[in-house]
């Protein structure tokens, strides 16, 4: 076990490194992988020196890796929950990383390596068990993808005429003020 690893070179100790310095190779895989990072909610400056840094080649982020996975603490850690998430995050840049390098992985082998479960074809009846629970809970079948499109009307107005619906209000709430987008007053 690494108690403190100085994982990036500048002086970062522990888990808090390992976190910096994880965030730091999910800036990296997003130039790599264009919209693999959500939102980086961090410091500007630090995405912005990452930005500037040369193009990374997949290969050396899959190598980053395993690396930062070995500076993890692992066994009693005081911070086992927060070293297994970055484990599981770490996991799943390699595989973007050894994807976007050019290595082939199938799909199964994908997910089991990205979220740590095995998948594989279930059984077509108990899918049917499954829809007919719902089907009960529910009250009844679900309406067909055809109900599901919008009619002709909405295709053709444009959605900043389009309002949710909103049912009539009534008691203390009736005179409070709707939302910003405007719901459709109910008939009196």
Do not use: K, N
């Not at 076990?1 to 070179?9: C, E, L, N, S, T």
């Not at 888990?15 to 790599?32: K, P, S």
């Not at 395993?66 to 599981?88: H, K, V, Y």
């Not at 009307?153 to 309002?163: G, H, N, V």
């Amino acid at each position: 076990m690494v108690a403190d690893p100085d994982v990036d070179g500048a002086g970062s100790a522990g888990l808090d490194g390992l976190a910096r310095a994880y965030v730091r190779l999910a800036l990296r895989l997003d130039r790599v992988v264009p919209g693999v990072l959500d939102a980086h909610l961090g410091d500007p400056a630090e995405a912005a020196r990452v930005a500037a840094e040369p193009a990374p080649r997949p290969d050396d982020l899959a190598r980053e890796t395993g690396r930062l996975r070995e500076a993890l603490p692992s066994g009693g850690s005081r911070c086992a929950a927060r070293s297994a998430f970055l484990d599981a995050q770490l996991r799943a840049c390699r595989v973007l990383a050894e994807r976007a390098g050019g290595r082939e992985i199938g799909f199964v082998d994908e997910v089991e390596r990205s979220y740590g479960v095995r998948i594989g074809r279930g059984e077509p009846d108990r899918y049917r068990e499954a829809h007919r629970d719902l089907d009960a809970l529910l009250g009844g079948p679900a309406p067909s993808p055809s109900a599901w499109r919008p009619s002709a009307t909405a295709i053709a107005s444009p959605p900043s005429t389009w309002r949710p619906p909103s049912p009539p209000r009534s008691g203390p709430c009736a005179s409070a003020p709707r939302p910003p987008w405007g719901c459709r007053r109910a008939r009196t």
